[in-house]
């Protein structure tokens, strides 16, 4: 046994000795940001969508079997070689359980254990990134959060993830499902860190509410080109399973016919569905390429006044980028909210 366990040490020091030795070093010694790719194991964007199971429960994290065919390997890109989760467009912390650190970039773990979420975080933050780059950001238009996003899992005893402009990180707690198994809550809370890289102002409810419909929309725009689901308005369909009675289960809906101002009821969350039901308007009238980059396009230096405001802004933006006919039917999208 001792001698084989010698052979397996001499050889796995080989081979990470391989993997150091391809990496091309810069000056200072450190191989090149980006450099290495990997795979993780994911869910994609959650097992409750993905299998289309609404009777499957959180059962104190555990790892049954009817949760097996979620489990997806997936490529993870734009690593910084290091052996952690840290690379281009994500820096995981964790404050439960090791950090997850594989030399060789395979990154496998199951909801149980607690590197599972941090996988999820560093794969849909950094396709959040890579999306919003394919859309021009940051070559024919202005950067959006183009950055390593921090991101701190916890053990935050409430079930409420949120993003913090203090220290410019997304959080996520472990009350209920764990936050960070639903790629939903993860791409709706970079939504918000969208927001604040955009420098939108968070000066009224309207403007709060705007930006939780946002991160609604966000979840579910990206959510659906990478990973499509059977019902792609229900937001957050694993990590709700815990707090929701009803089926299908869904923090919130993306297609709730609400309207301005009659439905506001000064809760942002709520109130942000009128927004979020406009987006998702406009992305069926136009297609997701060309409604994500209006939309981001249009929130830039939102002064936080309300959304009529930032609708209008949004049909302008549409009219420049796209022409007549597209901003036709966005304002098409708003007027159904009451909004135009
Ligand atoms: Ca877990
Ligand atoms: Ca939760
Ligand atoms: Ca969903
Ligand atoms: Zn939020």
Redo the contacts with the bound molecule.
């Keep these: 046994m001792a001698r084989r366990s010698l052979l397996v040490a001499a050889l796995s020091l080989a081979a990470s000795l391989l993997v150091a030795s391809s990496l091309v070093l810069n000056a200072a010694g450190k191989p090149p940001a980006g450099s290495a790719s990997g795979v993780g194991t994911v869910f994609f964007?959650?097992p409750?969508?993905d299998l289309g199971d609404e009777t499957l429960t959180d059962q104190k994290d555990a790892d049954y079997a009817a949760l097996a065919p979620a489990y997806r390997d997936k490529v993870l890109t734009n690593l910084d070689g290091s052996g952690f989760l840290v690379g281009d467009w994500a820096n995981i912390v964790s404050e439960t359980g090791a950090p997850a650190y594989s030399p060789s970039n395979e990154f496998r773990y199951r909801r149980d254990d607690d590197r599972f979420e941090q996988v999820m975080a560093y794969y849909w933050v950094t396709e959040s990134q890579k999306y919003i780059q394919s859309l021009g950001f940051g070559t024919t238009l202005r950067p959006v959060n183009q950055k390593s996003q921090n991101v701190r899992i916890n053990q935050w005893g409430l079930d409420n993830s949120f993003a913090t402009t203090h220290k410019d990180e997304l959080r996520f707690g472990k009350g209920g499902v764990d936050d960070a198994e639903d790629a939903?809550v993860i791409l709706h809370e970079y939504g918000h860190a969208i927001h604040f890289s955009q420098n939108f102002v968070f000066a009224t409810e309207e403007a709060g509410a705007i930006s939780e419909g946002f991160g609604d929309y966000w979840?579910?725009t990206l959510?659906?080109f990478l990973a499509p689901?059977p019902?792609?308005?229900?937001?957050?369909?694993?990590d709700s399973v815990s707090y929701t009675a009803s089926v299908p289960h869904?923090l919130r809906r993306v297609d709730r016919n609400l309207h301005y101002p009659a439905d506001l009821n000064g809760e942002v969350h709520h109130d942000g569905q009128i927004w979020s039901r406009a987006l998702w308007d406009i992305r069926q009238a136009v297609g997701h390429v060309r409604a994500d980059t209006l939309i981001l396009e249009a929130q830039f230096d939102f002064p936080g006044t309300s959304m009529s405001d930032l609708a209008a802004a949004t049909v302008v933006t549409a009219n420049r980028l796209y022409g007549r006919a597209v901003a036709n039917q966005v304002r098409g999208a708003f007027v159904d909210r009451g909004l135009q």
Excluded: F, L, M, Y
Aim: hydrophobic residues 40%.
């Design positions: 964007p959650n409750v969508a939903e979840a579910v959510g659906n689901t019902d792609p308005a229900c937001v957050a369909d694993w869904c």
